[in-house]
């Protein structure tokens, strides 16, 4: 049977609200009054973008939001998106004192969407560009959060930037590819519309190397971006894979996220294949959109699964099931749809997976999401750029301090760059990236940011965790040692 | 368990918590409902010839998050007339009788004092406390701190108080006034049995910045009022201290100023107060707050093997002395407490950039992942030697007792500016060099 929407509009809207809503400003004021205001803020040195922390949330204390919102700006061009998506607990909140101090951190990511929404909800311009522009320009391969982060930085430093993107709206996966109860689409949108008013150009439904060649573009520019992310799910490999039910786990959140809630078609019965964050987001989507059982199938065991643990908290509460410890051998469909699923229980050894023999059992699902990982374009890139180095993941290799890749006037960040992390991780190197670019142009090199917050500390107040972000997980290995 | 009734000048009281002469004092109603719940005495809400009140009266200072840390009024005195008032502490008086009502007059010729001195003792009020404080609006008839700040005119009509009074008079003095010990001296001099203090303070707590005007909004404008709340606590502390520790005054006093909690009543009490009364809390949470202050104080008092308020009352009262009395030889350093640390460097920027630049930010690898828990993080480290023992940094970090001032003994004698100064005229010994 061909898979259909289950909920009406309110039900699907309910069941897919917010799960972080807005703080009322009182609230905002009650939150923000927790914070110390540090000095030399660790979560500073773990916000990949450097945000001063401190300073923004001691300005919503104090009752100016605007600035508030032009110091997380400054930094972080896509503070409002990454407000709401950042993994907050192994990042900033993870790294607050106040959660040494009692137990609890301060809610840095959602002070940060606070600030954020007034300057989107009252139309406030917060970032500026020069008026003169320095006449070059650089032409941005991906409107993703890379490209976005790169494009704003270039505009801001008076270059004439244009996007190229292959789908009709902007922001990658940010528009595209987000759990729908964490950040609705139209903020995405919004921030590319902000990132437009700085004068960047944006060109929709272009694909480099389709509809314009790499060749025009290094003649028409002075620099490239390369900032083009990962591609389609991995093949699983087993027979029964090309059913029509059988749907890459990120396009099935797009549906989600470019159509009405009620239209989106989902199983009864769903089985989610991996247990990465994707993984999560689909799992809990498909229940949250009306299946009667959705089955996270992880090959391996809950103690290595990639899913940030607060994600699989949030999948537990959602009535996801889990079968761990299992592999799928075979898509079993039934007059050309998906019927079920041959399944075999594994044991890993030495950290080697193998299916134990005689265990093998059939499962009826109807839908079949694949959440194990994206593709390397490697193809793609080699033929868009020959001579472009890649390392053996298929990662595109590049100077970290400058993003500058093999080829010089090519640069690049993000997904691509560094093997798929987090947004904040990918507008971070699409901002680093712009530097490198000013820098090569003949532009010196821009310092900064300068938190007010810092000024003073010892080793001077710039950089931060823009240049060496510290990860809570990594600080909490090197606790236990 | 401890005594915690009180004889306060002749006035008796089950315990030493008054309801202050204020909004919460102003009918029977209110003060059947503070006896209630646990309240010892009433000071009745200022009884003077009727007079009529704006709308918009009172005002707040906010401060991160906290409401009414500190309190503004432009309310005047009762606007009921005397008869209903007294015909009110009548009936309080009956349905009360070992409670303290205390009648709070202010009334302008020396013949309106006798009446209602008079008419205070006829209904039964077992004190007097006359309202010479009040900032706002009465001032400017010449009543209220108009009196209180002007000694000899306060001398006056205390005088004029005693010709007729047969209850106790208790002065409550006003702390807008360069040294309130003047005044409590006045009282003194005209036969005053006990003082209070201190009434508000004039303030502006704020401007509303889109209609550019103070609150409280009047029709387009605001007055200057009177302040109290939590916030003024330390100023009132000092102003019963000084009127304790002055031999020439010698009164019983009743403190007054931010009392909240049984602390503040206890600090109140141990510089020299015997009663203490309240206002602001009873506006913030009402009557009911006095069940947790007698029983703070009870179990204080019985902690510290006290048997009775009376002989707590002043205890710190000696504790204080001039500046210039006070050892030069003391040291105390700051000492911070690694395992309770949580890296948010409060203390070295307070340091550096506030006080006496004694704290060094130092690399942290001796200390293991550090404070913060962030690698390579600099942990600050104090520089006893140079530590001038300022507090500060202890004042600053947010974690109990994770930097100590610990004393450091130095083995030298005690040594005051005023033994400096005797020694140096003396030809006993050559300057200090300057710091340099």
Not at chain 1, 15 to 22: F, G, L, R, Y
Not at chain 2, 130 to 153: I, K, T, W, Y
Not at chain 2, 176 to 181: A, G
Request: a negative charge.
């Amino acid at each position: 049977m061909p898979i259909q929407p289950l909920l009406d509009a309110g039900t699907a809207a309910a069941n897919m609200a917010e799960i972080k809503p807005p703080y009322t400003p009182q609230e905002a004021l009650i939150e923000a009054n927790r914070c110390l205001f540090c000095f030399d803020a660790p979560c500073i040195m773990a916000c990949p973008t450097g945000i001063d922390i401190p300073s923004f949330i001691k300005k919503i204390a104090n009752g100016n939001l605007t600035g508030s919102a032009r110091t997380i700006l400054t930094s972080n061009v896509l503070g409002a998106s990454c407000a709401r998506v950042c993994p907050t607990e192994v990042l900033c909140e993870g790294a607050c004192v106040v959660l040494d101090l009692e137990g609890d951190p301060v809610k840095i990511g959602r002070l940060q969407r606070h600030a954020t929404d007034h300057v989107y909800e009252n139309g406030i311009e917060v970032l500026h560009a020069p008026a003169e522009k320095n006449g070059r320009s650089v032409a941005v391969l991906g409107a993703g959060p890379a490209g976005l982060g790169c494009a704003a930085e270039l505009a801001q430093l008076g270059y004439g930037v244009t996007v190229f993107d292959k789908k009709p709206e902007g922001g990658g996966l940010n528009t595209y590819g987000i759990a729908y109860y964490k950040m609705r689409p139209e903020i995405s949108i919004e921030e590319v519309r902000m990132i437009g008013r700085l004068g960047v150009e944006f060109r929709y439904d272009t694909a480099v190397g389709r509809d314009i060649s790499v060749a025009d573009l290094e003649r028409d520019f002075d620099a490239l971006f390369l900032g083009l992310g990962l591609g389609g799910a991995n093949r699983l490999g087993i027979p029964g894979e090309d059913l029509p039910e059988v749907v890459d786990a990120l396009d099935f959140i797009e549906w989600i996220r470019t159509r009405p809630l009620q239209d989106v078609p989902v199983g009864r019965r769903v089985a989610v294949l991996g247990c990465g964050n994707t993984a999560i987001d689909a799992v809990t989507q498909s229940k949250r959109l009306g299946a009667d059982t959705s089955t996270i199938i992880y090959r391996r065991g809950e103690e290595d699964m990639p899913a940030y643990h607060f994600e699989y908290d949030l999948a537990k509460a959602d009535g996801a099931g889990f079968l761990f410890h299992t592999i799928p051998l075979e898509v079993l469909g039934e007059n050309g749809h998906v019927k079920a699923l041959r399944l075999a229980k594994t044991e890993v050894r030495d950290g080697k997976v193998s299916v134990v023999p005689g265990s093998e059992w059939i499962e009826p699902f109807d839908l079949i999401l694949k959440a194990v990982g994206q593709e390397k374009q490697t193809e793609l890139f080699t033929s868009l750029f020959p001579g472009l180095k890649l390392d053996r993941k298929g990662r595109v290799e590049h100077d970290p301090a400058t993003m500058q890749t093999s080829l010089p006037k090519l640069f690049v960040g993000g997904d691509c760059a560094n093997g798929g992390r987090e947004v904040v991780n990918a507008v971070a190197e699409g901002r680093k990236a712009a530097r490198g670019i000013h820098a090569m142009l003949g532009g010196g090199s821009v310092s900064g940011p300068v938190q007010p917050s810092r000024h003073g500390a010892s080793d001077g107040a710039v950089g931060s965790g823009f240049n060496n972000p510290i990860r809570v997980p990594e600080l909490l290995a090197a606790m236990s040692k | 368990m401890a005594d915690l009734s009180i004889n306060f000048a002749g006035i008796k009281s089950p315990n030493p918590f008054w309801v202050a002469s204020a909004p919460p004092s102003n009918s029977a109603y209110q003060a059947h409902r503070a006896f209630e719940a646990g309240w010892g005495g009433v000071v009745w809400k200022t009884i003077g010839d009727p007079i009529v009140n704006v709308s918009s009266r009172y005002s707040a200072l906010n401060l991160a998050g906290e409401r009414m840390v500190g309190f503004n009024n432009i309310e005047l005195i009762s606007d009921r007339a005397p008869e209903t008032n007294f015909r009110e502490i009548r009936e309080v008086k009956e349905r009360w009788p070992n409670h303290a009502v205390i009648a709070s007059l202010m009334v302008d010729t020396r013949e309106r004092w006798h009446e209602f001195v008079k008419r205070s003792a006829d209904c039964g009020a077992d004190g007097i406390e006359l309202n010479f404080g009040c900032p706002h609006g009465m001032c400017e008839r010449g009543m209220g701190s108009a009196v209180g700040q002007n000694p000899d005119v306060a001398e006056t009509i205390v005088g004029w108080v005693m010709e007729a009074a047969e209850i106790p008079v208790i002065v409550k003095l006003t702390p807008n006034i360069t040294n309130v010990v003047y005044a409590a001296r006045a009282a003194k001099r005209a036969g005053a049995d006990a003082i209070s203090l201190i009434n508000t303070i004039n303030s502006i707590t704020n401007v509303n910045l889109d209609t550019l005007t103070p609150e409280p909004f009047v029709a387009g404008l605001s007055t200057h009022g009177g302040y109290c709340g939590p916030a003024v606590k330390p100023i009132a502390l000092n102003m019963v201290q000084s009127c304790a520790a002055d031999p020439e005054v010698n009164l019983p006093i009743s403190g007054i100023g931010g009392i909240t909690t049984w602390r503040d009543a206890a600090e109140f009490i141990a510089l020299g107060s015997l009663s203490v009364q309240v206002c602001t809390a009873i506006m913030h949470y009402g009557f009911r707050i006095v069940e947790d202050m007698a029983e703070g104080l009870s179990d204080y008092l019985d902690s510290k093997g006290y048997k009775s308020v009376a002989e707590f009352s002043g205890a710190s009262v000696q504790r204080l002395s001039d500046w210039k009395y006070l050892d030069l030889h003391y040291k105390r350093v700051a000492r911070i407490d690694y395992e309770k640390c949580i890296g948010c460097n409060l203390c070295y920027i307070a340091c550096e950039d506030g006080a006496h630049q004694c704290i060094d930010l130092v690399d942290s690898a001796p200390y293991g992942l550090g404070p913060g828990r962030v690698p390579g993080k600099p942990v600050p480290k104090v520089r006893e030697e140079d530590c001038v023992g300022c507090n500060l940094c202890s004042l600053v970090c947010p974690v109990d007792n994770c930097i100590t001032m610990t004393t450091i003994e130095t083995g030298r004698e005690k040594f005051s500016w005023d033994d400096y100064q005797t020694r140096l005229a003396a030809g006993q010994m050559q300057p200090i060099p300057a710091h340099p």
